[in-house]
């Protein structure tokens, strides 16, 4: 157990969870498991949070870092309420997803990796989400999938994301 108790005990006891899908000498399998549920208290990985997990799971620093870092799913920046990772990929920047991440910088008024002064909304580009057919796609907060985005459905997601 981590000397300096980063996250809540329920985190833990999630982790917990994880590391019995293991043997008890594989405990850094859980490791993207970890980080996951770490960043979604925190919503984001800190380089203690990071520490913390590493030292949960009897691992290096370093190498929970090079998890976190490989991985866009994982915030090691801090991030807005919201994080939209547009797929740019090839099929998908052929079909729309360029002109939908054009079309959303133009309208948050923010680059790629960045976040609106509000701390509201962060753009990302991402990687394959394995829907090139449903191009233009994107991922809200790692979890909620939406296809076929065309400018009116991308205003009416900016809308509700920010009621």
Same mark, same amino acid.
Request: negative net charge; proline residues 4%.
């Given at each position: 157990? *981590? +000397? +300096?108790?980063?996250?809540? #005990?329920?985190?833990? =006891?999630?982790?917990?969870?994880?590391?019995?899908?293991?043997?008890?000498? #594989?405990?850094?399998? *859980?490791?993207? *498991? *970890?980080?996951?549920?770490?960043?979604?208290?925190?919503?984001?990985?800190?380089?203690?949070?990071?520490?913390?997990? %590493?030292?949960?799971?009897?691992?290096?620093?370093?190498?929970?870092?090079?998890? %976190?870092?490989?991985?866009?799913?994982?915030?090691?920046?801090?991030?807005?309420?919201?994080?939209?990772?547009?797929?740019?990929?090839?099929?998908? %920047?052929?079909?729309?997803?360029?002109?939908?991440?054009?079309?959303?910088?133009?309208?948050?008024?923010?680059?790629?990796?960045?976040?609106?002064?509000?701390? #509201?909304?962060?753009?990302?580009?991402?990687?394959?989400?394995? %829907?090139?057919?449903?191009?233009?796609?994107?991922?809200? +907060?790692?979890? =909620?999938?939406?296809?076929?985005?065309? +400018?009116?459905?991308?205003?009416?997601?900016?809308?509700?994301?920010?009621?």
């Amino acid at each position: 157990m *981590a +000397n +300096n108790m980063l996250l809540s #005990q329920e985190a833990y =006891r999630k982790i917990d969870r994880e590391l019995t899908k293991f043997p008890a000498d #594989q405990k850094q399998s *859980a490791v993207m *498991a *970890a980080l996951a549920i770490a960043q979604d208290e925190k919503g984001w990985l800190s380089p203690e949070v990071m520490q913390d997990v %590493a030292d949960y799971l009897g691992m290096a620093a370093i190498a929970v870092q090079e998890v %976190a870092t490989f991985y866009n799913m994982f915030n090691t920046k801090p991030v807005g309420k919201y994080k939209i990772s547009v797929c740019t990929n090839l099929p998908c %920047a052929l079909s729309g997803g360029d002109r939908a991440g054009e079309y959303l910088k133009q309208k948050l008024g923010i680059d790629y990796k960045e976040t609106t002064p509000d701390g #509201q909304f962060t753009l990302i580009e991402g990687e394959c989400m394995g %829907a090139c057919g449903d191009a233009p796609v994107m991922l809200v +907060n790692n979890k =909620r999938m939406c296809s076929f985005m065309s +400018n009116d459905k991308l205003d009416a997601l900016l809308e509700e994301l920010k009621k």
